[in-house]
Each structure stands twice: as structure tokens, then as C-alpha cells.
């Protein structure tokens, strides 16, 4: 008996530390001291861009107690990669109603595909306890119809924060 649980709590031990350890959606890092001085998650390229194959990418920062930008426009009946990093602590990204759902570590870069069949609107709200305003982070994902991003050149980034 004793040698049974001992194999079984070190499979789990070993498996924890070598599988288990990182995000959840996949394991990419970032420098989160310098989000806003270089790389992918610079204020200029926040929001949403239309990839050459059609696909659109948003990025966002998560930092207490926002998203940025704080309310995102996606085109409908396209494939959608969220790409999100924190600026300070563990946030969340969650929209109801949908396959997204993933938490915001610093240091790593959280990528969730979706897509969304029609037009409408997304509450966007943190759902991992952020510290004291944490209730009050909520962001907004507005799905709009496909033919109002045609003209989205490659270096573009929109979102519906008034620019
Ligand atoms: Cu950010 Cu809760």
C-alpha cells in the first residue's frame, strides 16, 4: 500500500514539474517590465490587425484594473487569435458564451482562436482576482459584419476606443 502511494504521488510530482507548470494556453514569453518600450505589445499595435490569409489578430495588455484597448472590434465569420499579456499581475480573459477563457500570467504571451458566426457584443470581464479592482475590470468585444474590415491595410490596428 505505502509503495503504491508513493509511486503515484511521485508520478504526479513528476508529471506537475515536467508537464504542467505554465499557462494554459501555450508557453510563450515576454518581457513584461518593457511592454510598452519594444516588441509585439506596443501601444501602436494593440487592437486588431487583419493578417494577409484574412485572419485577425488582437492583441491586448491586461494591467490592473483594465484591458488595452478596452473594447475590441472583430469582424464576424472569421477566424479570431487573441494574443494577451499582463503588465503587473495573474489577470482574466473570459467571454461568455465562447471557447475563450484563459488566464493572463506576466511574462507569458495567452493565444485563444475563436470565431464569431454573427455580428453582436461581448462582455469582456476579468475573472481572476486582480486586487482591489478587480470588480470594476470589464472590457467589450464588439463582433461587427465582416465587409466593414476590407479596408484594413497591413500596418493598421482599430479598436472601438475613440482614437
Ligand atoms: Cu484583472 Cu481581475
Redesign the pocket.
Known sequence: MATMLAVMMAIVVVTGITSALHPSSNVEVVEATTLHLRGEFVESNLGTAIEPDGLATVRII?E??DFVPRCVRVPADTPVKFRLTSADVV??FLLPDTNVNTMVVPGFVAEVRTRFDAPGEYAMP?????SLG?QA?WGHVSVQPKDQFAKLTPVKRTSCVPE
Open positions: 491586461a490592473q484594473y489577470h482574466g476579468c475573472h481572476e482576482f486582480c478587480h475590470m
